[in-house]
């Protein structure tokens, strides 16, 4: 399971550990902790039956990345290596003996121009990145909140967001772009022309409860696992974040 959790202190006081005991996911990707390390509680440090690996960003309450693993991976990184990426906390990797996992948050591009274009070369040299191990032959998972709408199926109102971004031209051509290097939108592969699937909505103007929202968290698998997959879904009844869980079931 993935999750944008919208700040991990936040989330626990709505519910996070009730989700975690009911859903019991083997593992699950969380993002926008928004806390450092140094700040961790015990709770959060030693939680029963999970692995628990973090990576904050260097800015106080912002961004940051974990994952839960029932199972010990065989490697953990931090990042991709790249630090003007790293040091906002994006990527957690867990490397387990049938496939790399990566959990990310990925940049949003609403405050300026410059981090439109910080977004778009993150999604550059994250394709990049996947594209060398996938030439390796590795079995790759990435989940997280894109901070991106595909097609218009995926947000309510497409029209009065084609300038806004998150559902911008250039960014949507990001998604076609790895979808053409091989990476499959898991939920569309079983839910094709499903409308009203969304997995964020703004706290403002009631949006959640009408369903005005987004689908901008995503498993994507690359196409040589793609077989594996059983089954994607989105949990919009969760609640606790102004996003919602979604999940993979994998055979493996």
């Excluded at 975690?20 to 996911?25: A, D, N, Q, R, Y």
């Excluded at 997280?144 to 031209?169: C, R, V, W």
């Excluded at 839910?191 to 987004?214: C, L, M, S, V």
Aim: hydrophobic share 35%.
């Amino acid at each position: 399971m993935s999750w944008n959790v919208n700040g991990v202190r936040a989330v626990l006081k709505k519910g996070f550990w009730e989700f975690l005991e009911k859903e019991s996911p083997d593992i699950l990707g969380i993002q926008e902790t928004k806390i450092q390390e140094d700040q961790l509680l015990d709770e959060l440090l030693e939680v029963r039956d999970y692995h628990v690996y973090w990576h904050s960003a260097q800015k106080k309450g912002y961004s940051g990345v974990a994952t839960f693993s029932k199972w010990e991976p065989i490697r953990v990184q931090h990042g991709l290596g790249i630090d003007k990426y790293d040091s906002e906390g994006r990527v957690l990797i867990t490397d387990y003996p049938e496939f790399m996992l990566f959990n990310i948050y990925f940049p949003n591009g609403k405050s300026s121009q410059e981090r439109l274009e910080y977004k778009l070369e993150f999604y550059a040299d994250l394709l990049n990145y996947l594209d060398e191990l996938k030439s390796q032959g590795k079995h790759l998972v990435i989940c997280g909140d894109y901070n991106t709408a595909h097609k218009e199926i995926d947000l309510k109102n497409p029209k009065q967001n084609e300038k806004n971004s998150g559902f911008m031209p250039i960014e949507r051509e990001w998604i076609d772009r790895y979808i053409e290097h091989g990476y499959v939108d898991t939920f569309r592969s079983f839910h094709p022309d499903e409308p009203d699937q969304y997995t964020w909505w703004t706290y403002r103007f009631g949006a959640r409860k009408r369903n005005i929202g987004w689908r901008i968290d995503y498993f994507f698998v690359s196409d040589n696992f793609v077989d594996r997959v059983k089954d994607a879904f989105i949990l919009p009844d969760v609640m606790g974040s102004d996003h919602c869980p979604i999940g993979l079931e994998l055979d493996v």
